[in-house]
Nanobody, 133 residues
Framework: QVQLVESGGGSVQAGGSRRLSCTTS????????MGWFRQAPGKEREGIAAVYPNTETAWIRDSSDFAKGRLIISFDNAKSTLYLQMNNLKPEDTAMYYC???????????????????????WGPGTQVTVSS
C-alpha cells in the first residue's frame, strides 16, 4: 500500500525558510509521479510543483508565487524522500502543505507534468506551515 508522510512544518517568521519532507513507502518513489500542494483556509487546494523522482525531474507551477525563485526541490533516493525547500516565506504562504502521488504507467517524466490535484490518488496527511509577519 502506498503511503506518504509529510514533515517539517511549523511556525516561522516572514522572510524565513522551511524545508518540508515527503517520505514514501514501497516503490512509490521510483514508479509514481509526485506533487506538492498547499491549501490555505477557505481556499482551494493549489498545485505548487510536479515531480518525477525516478528521473529527478521537477517543475514549479509558473503561476505560483514560488516560481519567482523561492522554492527548491531536492531528492534523497536512498531514503525515498522528496524535499521542498521554501525560502523568503510570506504570511500568505500560511497553509497546510501536502505531497501526493500517482502511478506513472509510462515511465516517461512528461506524464507527471500536472498540477491538478484531481490527477493524484494518494495523499499524505499534510504538514502545517504558519508564517507570521
Amino acid at each position: 500500500q502506498v503511503q506518504l508522510v509529510e514533515s517539517g512544518g511549523g511556525s516561522v517568521q516572514a522572510g524565513g525558510s522551511r524545508r518540508l519532507s515527503c517520505t514514501t513507502s514501497g516503490d512509490t518513489y521510483s514508479t509514481h509521479c509526485m506533487g506538492w500542494f498547499r491549501q490555505a483556509p477557505g481556499k482551494e487546494r493549489e498545485g505548487i510543483a510536479a515531480v518525477y523522482p525516478n528521473t529527478e525531474t521537477a517543475w514549479i507551477r509558473d503561476s505560483s508565487d514560488f516560481a519567482k525563485g523561492r522554492l527548491i526541490i531536492s531528492f534523497d533516493n536512498a531514503k525515498s524522500t522528496l524535499y521542498l525547500q521554501m525560502n523568503n516565506l510570506k504570511p500568505e504562504d500560511t497553509a497546510m502543505y501536502y505531497c501526493a502521488a500517482e502511478p506513472n504507467p509510462t515511465a516517461n517524466s512528461a506524464y507527471c507534468y500536472t498540477f491538478n490535484p484531481e490527477k493524484y490518488s494518494v495523499w499524505g496527511p499534510g504538514t502545517q506551515v504558519t508564517v507570521s509577519s
